[in-house]
T-cell receptor, first 118, second 115 residues
Framework: GAVVSQHPSRVICKSGTSVKIECRSL??????MFWYRQFPKQSLMLMAT?????????EQGVEKDKFLINHASLTLSTLTVTSAHPEDSSFYIC??????????????FGQGTRLTVV | AQTVTQSQPEMSVQEAETVTLSCTYD???????LFWYKQPPSRQMILVIR??????QNATENRFSVNFQKAAKSFSLKISDSQLGDTAMYFC????????????FGAGTRLTVKP
């Protein structure tokens, strides 16, 4: 099956610093990757969509300068939370759709990253 | 825009019994996919079942089946012979067909299977 690996699974950073989260498709080409944010006991909220080699498309209300997304290759997308603050503490999940067609009819999820900003 | 509604924040069921989780959605699309995902305490998203809108036959995966009513825009999940390991959050999700469309989720239903 299609595997998406997300790292780190947990990260604690100091307020004001930046943290990078990686999302890799291990055995398929991820033409599109999605980044979600999930607060405790809530649903997944789409933050942005990224296509390989182009700028990410952010959902309304998501600060593009705060959450930098790079999708430089067909197997890697990164989310960088810049100048993190305690309110950025959350669970971040990536997912990917790929090619060929069989891998484009659903999305494959990473394990998620629990970010805590202190 | 597509919206997904899960009206049951919490459900419980006795082990070995059957439970049905509700989901409705709103879309003007004719071709799309619907999903049920399970999220256990590990928070890994696990695909339970998938339905393609152009297929009239309801999807089935072992103890899990759906009741897909396209005209009513309803997509409920039935879990038969519930097991303790089924305890988790369940999310209903919608994805447009084709291209690189994203997946939209309902608010979720927390299911507890009681021994």
């Amino acid at each position: 099956g299609a595997v998406v690996s997300q790292h780190p699974s947990r990260v604690i950073c100091k307020s004001g610093t930046s943290v990078k989260i990686e999302c890799r498709s291990l055995d398929f080409q991820a033409t599109t990757m999605f980044w979600y944010r999930q607060f405790p006991k809530q649903s997944l909220m789409l933050m942005a969509t990224s296509n390989e080699g182009s700028k990410a498309t952010y959902e309304q209300g998501v600060e593009k300068d705060k959450f930098l997304i790079n999708h430089a290759s067909l197997t890697l997308s990164t989310l960088t939370v810049t100048s993190a603050h305690p309110e950025d503490s959350s669970f971040y999940i990536c997912s990917a759709r790929g090619s060929p067609t069989a891998l484009n009819t659903e999305a494959f999820f990473g394990q998620g990253t629990r970010l805590t900003v202190v | 825009a597509q919206t997904v509604t899960q009206s049951q924040p919490e459900m419980s069921v006795q082990e070995a019994e059957t439970v049905t989780l509700s989901c409705t959605y709103d879309t003007s699309e004719n071709n799309y996919y619907l999903f049920w995902y399970k999220q256990p305490p590990s928070r890994q998203m696990i695909l339970v079942i998938r339905q393609e809108a152009y297929k009239q036959q309801n999807a089935t995966e072992n103890r899990f089946s759906v009741n897909f009513q396209k005209a009513a825009k309803s997509f409920s999940l039935k879990i038969s012979d519930s097991q303790l390991g089924d305890t988790a959050m369940y999310f209903c999700a919608f994805m447009k067909h084709g291209g690189n469309n994203d997946m939209r989720f309902g608010a979720g239903t927390r299911l507890t299977v009681k021994p």
